[in-house]
């Protein structure tokens, strides 16, 4: 089975649209999470997610629209993007939104935004040490775990039975071959808004009768998407940064 991988949208519909016709036929879709927040499309990109059925797992930028989030720790940019968005999203979206849970979890794969280690905080994990809580917690017959919330694509490797992990950039794209033995949290990064040096969109794919995930990186109209961003009110930084990939 083939599964489209994407993560941390907000609201980039260019991104979005872009990755959905990289990624091409797939059998189905997982999505981690920030399908809004920043960019000027909330209801637009949550009406494709929805369409697309796919296995959701609510973000952090999603929780703080729909008013379930303290945004206190946010900074002064994030902060008003939540509330621009906030103002700009329909019933059904915020509806949408509200129905996803914070895990997700199949035969083949968890999810979670941040780390499955008390996922309502929504932790970030960005080191070998950071992981090691969600390795723990991951089915013992389990060895794909997909995360996002950073907006860096990288991959952290684990061997059973061995403490440390290794962390993988994959800011080039690139695939993976989860191997016998080993169990792999896995971040394919942000499609509207990476923050890993490259701004080319990101996106995963995931092929269980291979045992190998694809990180594709797809060029998008970056100016349409900054015009939308600056159009729309939001904060001018929010779409300087879309060109710099950080």
Known sequence: MRYGIISDIHSNLEALNAVLDRIGQVDAYICLGD????GANPNECCDIIRGLAADSVIGNHDAAAL???DVSWFNRHARYAVARTSELLSDES???LAGMSFTSQTDKYVL???SLDNPPDFRYIDDPWMAQPSFKLMPRDMSACFVGHTHLAEQYVQQWG???ADRIS???GGRIQLREGFRYIINCGSVGQPRDGNP???CGVFDTDAGTVEILRVDYDIAAAQ???RDAGFPLALADRLALGF
């Open 112 to 114: 979670a935004h941040g």
């Open 35 to 38: 399908i809004v927040g920043y």
């Open 170 to 172: 994959m800011s080039a």
């Open 200 to 202: 080319a969109a990101a």
């Open 227 to 229: 015009k939308k961003i």
């Open 162 to 164: 061995v403490r440390g």
């Open 94 to 96: 915020r509806s949408y």
């Open 67 to 69: 008013g379930t989030l």
